[in-house]
């Protein structure tokens, strides 16, 4: 399940080595305060992956690498790791269980719900 902005993975160090938490299954175990963000950035992540495979489902949408979808993703799993005390292998487990629920057979329409809010937050993020 690699996902081009994976580069959460070069985090800085002092987050790599953060101790575990809680499990956190899903980001609906945490508040909506805290998951808003991380969705888009997997949305975000979900139709660079599109793009990049050719994939019909990413043409409508703007370049994810190119027009700061990857730049918001990092962002915003960095957050949710430090408001969570997630490690990296929670974060990426955690990033693999919501990408394998946006890839059911309506992951096209889920996204291209999430998408008009998620652009506007990150364009408010000034990305």
């Known amino acids: 399940m690699s996902s081009p902005f994976i580069a959460v993975l070069a985090l800085p160090l002092a987050l790599q080595g953060a101790p575990a938490a809680p499990d956190v299954s899903a980001l609906s175990d945490l508040p909506i305060e805290q ?3 991380p969705r888009c950035g997997i949305a975000f992540a979900l ?7 050719d994939d019909p489902r990413g043409a409508d ?14 962002r915003s799993m960095a957050r949710l790791m430090e408001q ?13 269980r919501e990408l394998d629920a946006l890839n059911e057979d309506e992951a096209e329409t889920k ?6 809010a998620c652009a506007l937050m ?6």
Request: net charge neutral; hydrophobic share 45%.
């Open 35 to 37: 998951t808003a963000a």
């Open 47 to 53: 139709v660079s992956r599109w793009q990049k495979a």
């Open 61 to 74: 949408y703007p370049d994810m690498e190119a027009n700061g979808g990857r730049e918001f993703f990092v």
């Open 84 to 96: 969570q005390d997630l490690s990296r292998d929670a974060l990426v487990a955690l990033i693999g």
């Open 111 to 116: 996204v291209a719900r999430l998408m008009p």
């Open 122 to 127: 990150k364009e408010s993020a000034g990305l």
